[in-house]
T-cell receptor, first 113, second 114 residues
Framework: NAGVTQTPKFRVLKTGQSMTLLCAQD?????MYWYRQDPGMGLRLIHY???????AKGEVPDGYNVSRLKKQNFLLGLESAAPSQTSVYFC????????????FGSGTRLTVV | KQEVTQIPAALSVPEGENLVLNCSFT??????LQWFRQDPGKGLTSLLL?????REQTSGRLNASLDKSSGRSTLYIAASQPGDSATYLC?????????????FGGGTRVLVKP
């Protein structure tokens, strides 16, 4: 049981480049989330999805786009990367509401130079 | 707006001592509370999940309590070991009607010295 898988694990981008981070879960979770983690700022929610074909903004959505074309996948896109987007990105998933909590992926460390 | 606080931000104890980690939240209307562990450069690993109707959860050396009325949760780690060194995060989930987004505390960084 793989849980939540994020690819890639590391990436260096130049300012202005674009990229997509992929999150895949095999637990049939309805909800999926993208967080970023920065020193002194904690974990902040970027975007989330409550089901296939739906997305919503979190606390810090600017500069990011997301898509959830399949229930098991949640993509995070950076159209024009900026140094301020240097961070560690975590994907998580959960059931809509039940007795289970969130499951997190192992993270993607992104550096924008 | 829910706010979650973890004090202290860092803690250093000798091996064998019991660890007590605190988490406080401002809005007692929660669905559940989850404790995570994060090792340097790694992701978050779920340790314990306490539903709003529960008072505590136990797993091995770990015990987490929840007092909704006072807005507090405590994670106890018995007989600490150097391998327990990590950052511990708590997160609260709001009731169904209020959405589904976790609110995280800032974490407590724990060092267990041999």
């Amino acid at each position: 049981n793989a849980g939540v898988t994020q690819t890639p694990k590391f990436r260096v981008l130049k300012t202005g480049q674009s990229m997509t981070l992929l999150c895949a879960q095999d637990m049939n979770h309805e909800y999926m989330y993208w967080y970023r983690q920065d020193p002194g700022m904690g974990l902040r929610l970027i975007h989330y999805s409550v089901g296939e074909g739906t997305t919503a903004k979190g606390e810090v959505p600017d500069g990011y786009n997301v898509s959830r074309l399949k229930k098991q996948n949640f993509l995070l896109g950076l159209e024009s990367a900026a140094p301020s987007q240097t961070s560690v990105y975590f994907c998580a998933s959960s059931y809509s509401f039940g007795h289970d909590g969130y499951t997190f992926g192992s993270g993607t460390r992104l550096t924008v130079v | 707006k829910q706010e979650v606080t973890q004090i202290p931000a860092a803690l250093s104890v000798p091996e064998g001592e019991n660890l007590v980690l605190n988490c406080s939240f401002t809005d007692s209307a929660i669905y559940n509370l989850q404790w995570f562990r994060q090792d340097p450069g790694k992701g978050l690993t779920s340790l314990l999940l306490i539903q709003s109707s529960q008072r505590e959860q136990t797993s091995g050396r770990l015990n987490a309590s929840l007092d909704k009325s006072s807005g507090r949760s405590t994670l106890y780690i018995a007989a600490s070991q150097p391998g327990d060194s990590a950052t511990y995060l708590c997160a609260v989930r709001p009731p169904k009607a209020a959405g589904n987004k976790l609110t995280f505390g800032g974490g407590t960084r724990v060092l267990v010295k041999p």
